[in-house]
């Protein structure tokens, strides 16, 4: 609940930062917030809300002055939405017509400039069917189309392949991801999966993840050509496929943030897990019970770091080891020297969020002689 208070703190446009807040406690935030939106006309979205709990604990700090001030929650669990309603039925967002999915798959795959052309028409309001008014499906599969040849029997091979199973029933999203997934090339499939490392939700900055996938050895070596501009030429065909979206731009051009859809995420981390590529782990109990499985090249860690240096997480042959605080504790230094002894063959080390309030890295990181 704390990262919920932050977050609506730091959003009221008056540039405030994390760190004015860090040190002070649940009750105390709750009391900031009421103060700050006291005799203010507000409104605030919780978006994608799968608990009430949560809810029922911050709507103190929310006063009605009978301003109009407004509070949204979008969420996919009709639970939810019954416990939260104040005195009118949930607003229910009915599936898209065929006209309105064929509209959104041709922005989606040609481009707001360029238009389907007249001989695909019939063929894409065919696969448009089959997503049975999913926008979420719709985006996914022009994802492919925009990658496919704008011609007639490249597209009707397309389509047969398409079942409405696919795209829908109950697992529709993963099946449309999976289809996806299976449509990217190599290279592009480990650069997608690399997103589940990260804190769900989190606006991921573009340059460090582009480092991090040429240190994991994603990105192509071309001679002649710089591997951060091929690291890009990555990310924006990943944009384009409507797999990773943009958080901020950058004012002189390029992508600043990116993150995935929460779903795409969730794909993420079960493929990673999956294909070995990756494991994710958070919490105390996860940390200490995990027996590090053969050949796992990558761990993440999404947990307080007083957890993980308790459980002294023991796995020598990692390759890539990414920690995130999940609380992180501004006013509190930690000692990971521990780190140096264990983890010799690390070509990947990222230790965001962690407090060190060191000018330099610490004299151990010398031993990890496999960093990139």
């Known amino acids: 609940m704390k990262n919920v208070l ?25 009391e900031k917030l009421y103060q700050r939106l006291l005799k203010n006309r507000y409104l605030v979205v919780f ?13 103190i700090s929310f006063p009605d002055d009978k301003n109009q001030s407004r509070i949204i929650f979008t969420s996919r669990s009709s639970n939810v939405a019954s416990q939260v309603q104040y005195g009118r039925e949930p607003h229910k967002i009915r599936c898209l017509t065929v006209e309105e999915s064929f509209e959104l798959l041709q922005k989606k795959a040609f481009g707001e400039e360029e238009e389907c052309p007249q001989a695909l028409h019939e063929l894409g309001m ?67 999966l690399y997103f589940a490392a990260f804190p769900e939700d989190e606006k991921i900055g573009a340059k460090k993840l582009m480092c991090l996938w040429i240190a994991e050895g994603f990105v192509e070596i071309i001679e002649g050509e710089k591997s951060e501009d091929i690291a890009e030429e990555y990310l924006m065909d990943l944009i384009g496929r409507n797999l990773v979206m943009v958080g901020k731009n950058r004012s002189i051009g390029g992508v600043k943030t990116c993150y995935i859809h929460d779903l795409i995420f969730e794909f993420c981390k079960g493929k990673a897990k999956e294909k070995k590529f990756l ?20 761990l993440s860690i999404c947990s307080s770091v007083e957890d993980f240096i308790k459980s002294r997480l023991f796995c020598p042959h990692l390759a890539s080891l990414l920690l995130f605080d999940a609380t992180p504790r501004y006013d509190k230094l930690f000692n990971i020297s521990f780190l140096f002894c264990i983890y010799k063959h690390l070509n990947v080390l990222n230790l965001e969020g962690i407090n060190l309030r060191l000018k330099e890295l610490p004299a151990e990181v010398e031993s990890l002689l496999c960093l990139r």
């Open 126 to 192: 065919e696969i448009v069917k089959k997503c049975w008014g999913l926008p979420f499906a719709v985006v996914v599969v022009a994802g492919i189309l925009a990658t496919i040849k704008h011609d007639i029997l490249l597209w009707e091979k397309f389509a047969e392949s398409l079942t409405s199973t696919m795209v829908s029933g109950t697992d529709q999203w993963k099946k449309s991801l999976e289809l996806s997934y299976e449509h990217l090339p190599y290279h592009l499939k480990a650069c997608l």
């Open 279 to 298: 494991q994710v782990l958070g919490g105390y109990d996860e940390l200490s019970t995990f027996n590090e499985p053969p050949n796992l090249p990558r």
């Open 47 to 59: 978006d994608d809300v799968w608990d009430i709990k949560v809810w029922n604990e911050l709507r």
């Open 6 to 30: 932050l977050q609506i703190l730091c959003s009221d446009g008056k540039h405030s930062r994390k760190d004015e807040f860090q040190n002070l406690d649940k009750h105390a935030l709750l």
